[in-house]
Nanobody
Framework: QVQLVDSGGGLVQAGESLKLSCAASGRTFNSYGMGWFRQVLGKAREFVAGISTSGITTAYADSVKGRFTISRDNAKNTVYLQMNSLKPEDTAVYYC??????????????????WGQGTQVTVSA
């Protein structure tokens, strides 16, 4: 069983930054592929960013490329999402997710078998 705890959300103005964190339980965190997704009420959950077990390979949604950075610290069992130049359309609940049998296609939600509780990010204009 893997437990994920998301944190770091909040209310910011457009152009500002936030850094989300996701702390994971378990001794084999370095074998999990990790991802960040977001969801707006009434809309489907969408992929934001993904990172390989080693942290060497990353992937981003086109809408956040160049503004968001995903990273991980396997010694701390934590994955991060640095969000810069935030826009009102980034407003959503953000979820981290863990794939215990990761594939190379990060956006596929079906591989993620554990999810955090979500953290609200609100960006005002």
């Amino acid at each position: 069983q893997v437990q994920l705890v998301d944190s770091g959300g909040g209310l910011v103005q457009a152009g500002e930054s936030l850094k989300l964190s996701c702390a994971a339980s378990g001794r084999t965190f370095n074998s999990y592929g990790m991802g960040w997704f977001r969801q707006v009420l009434g809309k489907a959950r969408e992929f934001v960013a993904g990172i390989s077990t080693s942290g060497i390979t990353t992937a981003y949604a086109d809408s956040v490329k160049g503004r968001f950075t995903i990273s991980r610290d396997n010694a701390k069992n934590t994955v991060y999402l640095q969000m810069n130049s935030l826009k009102p359309e980034d407003t959503a609940v953000y979820y981290c997710a863990a794939a215990t049998a990761p594939t190379s296609f990060f956006p596929s939600q079906y591989q993620y078998n554990y999810w955090g509780q979500g953290t609200q990010v609100t960006v005002s204009a």
